[in-house]
């Protein structure tokens, strides 16, 4: 009863909130009203392990509607159009643009938002190429416009990359005349693809507007296969499927609950297995009960295929875990500052990886079976533990070639993304190349995913998505905003202290 009535109250909060936009008050009363039912039943130490603050379910009902991300073939809808939504096959770059605005806004999400909008240069090139230069460029660029005004939440994703085409040169144009934050953008870099013209030109968007990332495509390719996309943050999925969920171990937080290294090895079993159940427990409900995957249009058209879903297992804090058992060892190394140090995260991260591998899901099809290992961006929440196994915001080393070597140590670990976040002093726009080095130089070194703006950037990184500074001012002085995480960003700028990274 205690806890119905604090769901009332918090539906009256988000009622009278007047910093909330309508859309906003809408998808947090969807939460809320989600947050009101259980119908999986929980392991038996989730509830213990949730209320230390170890297993963090991201705010994930007990009673799902839909899967958390989802992937759709846009190839499928260029090709054949949508008969739920009434829409041909698209003809020309109006009638393709049309298309995509029109698509989008109903592939859901845990956001309600479209964590994944295509592969935009390769969905639009066809039709680019049959247009005047000028106007093909501004169309995209209204595009562009029209996706940060109405997806307003950027975890909305794009990828461009690695072939050059037209169509990625105009994107990363507009996004340079006009930056946003939404949508999230990919670059998919491959050096033996990838003409170097082309890379410096996604570097110099970068130093503007924050995107595009580069994603490591021989990389993920080697993990997932020709038909992946990065969705959401850098989440790596398949197209035509996605993830069912996403869970979270906080690995500093079960550190703190144990007296030794030796102890901390049981937790850790303790804690993955109870969280794979709980995993498991969703989907099954998902699957079997909540009817998505037999009444949804995306679904019976064939833009998303029950059989490529898989599920990611979350992990954040790997850092503060580090530190914490070095203390019980009684030694001092630090987590990339000592060889010892960095060989205990390791050695965490193969025990979990193969405890990860260890365990089946009959639905996740997508793997094999298998959950894939995921290094989480971390939550607006967060105060003194680290996203995914990142060196601590303050600790980063001094030489960029030692932070580099250390990505690669880890980034391996995660078929469904991880990634590293870089601020660079401005005076790197005049050397963009500088920028396109160091990806090339960390890929060379094993990294996966990284992020670069530049230190005076309006549009900023916070830890897998994008804000404004200039709305995270708004927002704290008490005005509306309209992408909704700005409140994530200030958040996160107020408790993991994203305003103070390292500059390069």
Known sequence: MERVEQTRQAILDTVCNGLLTHEQKVTGLERLAESLIEVIELPQAYPRLKAAGVICDLSESNCPPRPRYIVPDYAELFQKGCRFLDLPPPADLDEAINTLLIFIRHVPSVTNFPVFIGFLDR????????????????????FLRAVDRTITDSFCHADIGPEDTMTGRMILECERDEPKSVPNLSFLYDPEITPEDYGLCAAETALVSAKPSF???????????????????YNGLLTGGGSYTLSRLRLGQLAGTVSSLADFWTALEEAAETMMAYMDA??????????????????????????????????????ECVNSLMEKEGKTGRFGHCPEADVLG????????????EHHNPYCTAANGRFLLHGQ?????????????RIPIGEEPKELSDHLRHCG???????????????VESTARRNPAYL???VKGGFAKGGRYFSIHASDSDVIRVTGYLVKRSEMDKLEAGKNVLQNTTALGLGAARNAKILERKRR
Do not use: W
Request: hydrophobic share 45%.
């Open 123 to 142: 969905l639009l090139e066809p039709f680019v190429g049959n247009e005047d230069p000028k106007q093909a460029r501004k169309k995209i660029g209204l």
């Open 215 to 233: 994603a490591n495509h021989q990389m993920f390719l080697k993990d997932l296969g020709k038909d992946y996309a990065i969705a959401s943050c």
């Open 282 to 319: 969703r989907i099954a409900f998902m699957v079997e009960q909540s009817g998505f995957f037999e009444t949804n249009f995306l679904v019976k058209e064939g833009f998303i295929h029950r059989d490529r879903f898989t599920a990611m297992f979350g992990l954040v804090g790997l850092a």
């Open 346 to 357: 390791v050695k965490v991260m193969n025990r979990l990886d193969l405890l990860v591998k």
């Open 377 to 389: 961006v971390g939550i607006d929440s967060d105060a003194g533990e680290s996203p995914a196994t």
């Open 409 to 423: 140590l880890f980034h391996r670990f995660f078929p469904s993304g991880t990634g590293e976040v870089f601020v």
């Open 436 to 438: 396109l080095d160091m």
